[in-house]
Structure formats: C-alpha cells, structure tokens
C-alpha cells in the first residue's frame, strides 16, 4: 500500500503556483526525500501532507484514505522542523509529551512514553533538563522524540539538520536513517542538500518550479539524470551542450559526465585549458574550459596535476557520457 498519494496536486497562492500538478506515491515504510532548490515546491508539498495547507486543485490520500479535507490532527502524521519548536518553558519530558497531554492523556502515562522515546533518540535521562541547557544536537533529537511519541505512521521532517554544523549533520544523517530503519515507518524528509538526500532516502524526487523533475534511487538521479537541471543541481555534473555532443558522438542531445569520471589523458576525444585548481582534501578540482563550455575534473591526490593555463586532453569510458532528453 502507498503510505502517500498525490494525484494531480497543485497549490497555487494567487497567480504563484508553489505546486502544479504533482503525482507522486510513497511506499509505506520508505525512506522519501523531496530535493530541490528554494521556491520549488518541495516544502508546500510536505505541509499539504500535513494538512497545514490545502490543496487548490488535485486529491491527497494517506494509507488510501482521502485527507485533502481533513485538519492535522486527524492525520495520523507528525512533523519534524528545522527551529524544532520546543517551548523553552517546558523540560524536555514535558515538551516530547506535550501533545500526549493535548490528547488528555495522564502525567504518568504521557511521561512513560517520553521516557520511551527519549531512549529510541539516545537521550535517556535528558527529562528534566531545559532546551536552553541542550546543545543543537540534542534539542534537534527532543524535536524528534517528540514527533515520534504519538506513533505516526508517516513522519515528516522539514530539513530538520539545516542548523547543525557538518560534522554534526553527517552524524544525524546516519542515525536518522538507523532510526527510520528500527521503526520502519514511512519517512518524508524535505531538504536542498542534495548529500543529504542521496545518503539517505531510498528514493528521491527532485523538484523545481512546482513540479518534480524526475524521481528515482539516489543511484538513478546520480548517474542517470533525465533532463541537465538533474544533472547540474544533483552533484554538479558536467553537462555538456547538444552542439559539442553531436561533435562528439554525433547525436544531437544534452550529455552529462560526473567530475570524478572525466580523466586528464595523453590523447583524448576533447581538449580543454586549465582555469584552477582547489584542494579538496582527498581530491583536486581542475576547473576547465572547453570552447565556452565549463567543465570540472576531480583528481585523487597522488595524481600528477597540470599547471593552470596548461592545455590538456580529456577523455572517459564510453558509459560515463550519459545522454539526456533532447531539448529538455
């Protein structure tokens, strides 16, 4: 069953169509991640699932059940922000049971279940501390914990790692999708970090103008871009246009090639002048230009580098140049 259906959904605020005719299904149990860059319609799409808006046209069904009419909290969904929301009057056990007790449910009872889920979140004997006494991290798991307390069936979280440092987020990304796996509940997690989505979602849908561009494993929407605004916004590949495509291969359509599989070589199909070069750590960016087309080449560190303004040959295994549709 589908924890999430779109069909045909917009939302359009005026004459802006913040989202314009949207199908999409979620698998129950998935991982999902909504990816594009802001304004494209990623974060409505997330509150139309959570009732906090209406959609202008189309149908929203939950777990086959129609809910475009249906207020928040009779959605059996929960939501995860990036402020995460806590109230800093409230400790931490009463803000993670604070809508049992909305619920009506007893001091005893609702505290019981924040215990439980402070412990799902690797905070157990947080309770009686302030959020102003947690650290970014922390108050990011209480939000968390919180969400999960009531158990929802579908979890929604609004680029909940946006305020954590690197090293931080990286380390959230694994727990969060540890955590998705224990409960194997249905995640939809909305964010414009394209390493975030493709180190953790089982399937992305990339949005932009309202609309999803394509929808695939992180695999697909790395190595098989449809269309080059996939291409360049997902890993910032090279996209090389159709005119110097048909030169090469002699098809007139876009091409992408990733940075890390175009190789510096004695002889190649294509030439090109070295612009800069940007350590990286384990790898060195070598900007490049090819008549007026913009490339990158990513080298390992014990590869010999070229000097800037040098001229060099590029070239790639024959299944690293990825056709796109044509005119798209």
């Known amino acids: 069953m589908s924890a999430v259906t779109f069909d045909h959904v917009s939302r359009h605020f005026g004459a802006v169509k913040a989202v314009d005719g949207v199908s999409l299904d979620i698998a129950e149990g998935e991982f999902f991640a909504m990816l594009g860059p802001s304004g494209s319609g990623k974060t409505t799409c997330l509150r139309l699932i959570a009732g906090f ?7 929203i069904r939950i777990f086959g059940d129609p809910v475009q009419n249906l207020p928040p909290y009779k959605r059996n969904v929960n939501t995860v ?12 056990i009463d803000n993670v049971a604070y809508g049992l007790m909305i619920a009506g449910q007893g001091r005893r009872q609702r505290h019981a279940a924040g215990e439980e889920a402070l412990e799902l979140v690797r905070l157990s004997g947080y309770g009686a501390r302030k959020p102003s006494e947690l650290s970014g991290g922390q108050r990011q798991r209480v939000a968390l914990a919180r969400a999960l307390v009531n158990k929802p069936r579908v979890l929604l979280l609004d680029e909940p790692l946006g305020a954590l440092d690197l090293r931080l987020r990286e380390q959230m990304q694994e727990e969060l999708k540890s955590l998705q796996r224990q409960l194997r509940i249905t995640f939809v997690f909305v964010t414009h970090d394209q390493g975030e989505a493709l180190s953790m979602a089982d399937r992305v849908a990339v949005f932009d103008h309202g ?10 929407i790395y190595f098989r871009p449809e269309v080059p605004f996939v291409a360049d916004f997902v890993g ?16 007139s359509r876009p091409a992408s090639i990733r940075p890390e599989r175009l190789k510096l070589a004695a002889e190649g199909p294509l030439r090109a002048r070295v612009t800069g070069l940007s350590f990286l750590g384990l790898a060195t960016r070598v900007s490049l230009e090819a008549g007026e087309t913009r490339l990158t080449c990513l080298l390992p560190q014990d590869a010999a580098r070229p000097a800037e303004g040098e001229d060099v ?6 299944g690293d140049l990825h056709m796109m549709k044509a005119g798209a």
Do not use: C, K, M
């Open 53 to 59: 808006e209406r959609p202008t046209a189309g149908n």
């Open 81 to 92: 922000f990036q402020d995460y929301a806590l109230f800093p009057h409230l400790n931490v």
């Open 211 to 220: 609309q999803i561009i394509q929808t695939g494993t992180p695999e697909d």
């Open 236 to 251: 910032s590949s090279n996209v090389l246009p159709e005119a110097l495509v048909a030169r090469l291969t002699g098809e």
């Open 313 to 318: 040959a590029l070239d790639w295994e024959p």
